[in-house]
């Protein structure tokens, strides 16, 4: 299993421009989510899903949009990015399923800065 | 709202000892998960150890353990035998398994130095 794999690795992008970033999992996971992390802190959760179809908002969800139309893939929108939105994404996956783990597991993530 | 606490910014400790980084957290609710996240220069966000609030006994891995006082809302990771590998990022988060949104809240981190 490749786990959770995340695209791009980098980008730069021009303030106003727009994006997706992609998110992936092979392991027939239920959940997934989003979060960004800025420079000396923790994560934050910005949207997650609790399967195909069905997305909620986190705790930073402004400026960004998600869709989960299959189990495996979660991509995140950001459009008309702003320098704010410079931070390190990360996608994460938990199988969600009853008397499962609550353990996340999470992608390499994306850097992406906004100039 | 669930609040995470890292009061430790930086710890530096000499390979082969022993070093605790300290982690206090907020939450109303009774049941709920703990966990340590290692975050090396790679970004990766790695597992190190896990514990159910229902759970009394303290969890451990290897050379990870975690002090666990519930009442007092406090969750502390103790390295021994520090490793040069051990040198990371660590985050402690928390879970709630009530309503509102899913997801960890994580503190904003402990930077561990292993001094060789």
């Known amino acids: 299993n490749a786990g959770v794999t995340q695209t791009p690795k980098f980008r730069i992008l021009k303030i106003g421009q727009s994006m997706t970033l992609q998110c992936a999992q092979d392991m027939n996971h239920n959940y997934m989510y989003w979060y960004r992390q800025d420079p000396g802190m923790g994560l934050k959760l910005i949207y997650y899903s609790v399967g195909a179809g069905i997305t909620d908002k986190g705790e930073v969800p402004n400026g960004y949009n998600v869709s989960r139309s299959t189990t495996e893939d979660f991509p995140l929108r950001l459009e008309l990015a702003a320098p704010s939105q410079t931070s390190v994404y990360f996608c994460?996956?938990?199988?969600?399923?009853?008397?499962?783990?609550?353990?996340?597991?999470f992608g390499p993530g994306t850097r992406l800065t906004v100039l | 709202a669930q609040t995470v606490t890292q009061s430790q910014p930086e710890m530096s400790v000499q390979e082969a000892e022993t070093v605790t980084l300290s982690c206090t957290y907020d939450?109303?609710?009774?049941?709920?998960?703990l966990f340590w996240y290692k975050q090396p220069p790679s970004r990766q966000m790695i597992l190190v150890i896990r514990q159910e609030a229902y759970k009394q006994q303290n969890a451990t891995e290897n050379r990870f353990s975690v002090n666990f006082q519930k009442a007092a809302k406090s969750f502390s990771l103790k390295i021994s035998d520090s490793q040069l590998g051990d040198a990371a990022m660590y985050f402690c988060a928390h879970k709630g398994k009530g309503g509102g949104a899913d997801g960890l809240t994580f503190g904003k981190g402990t930077h561990l130095i292993i001094q060789p």
């Open positions: 939450t109303s609710e009774s049941d709920y998960y």
């Open positions: 994460a996956s938990r199988p969600g399923l009853a008397g499962g783990s609550d353990t996340q597991y």
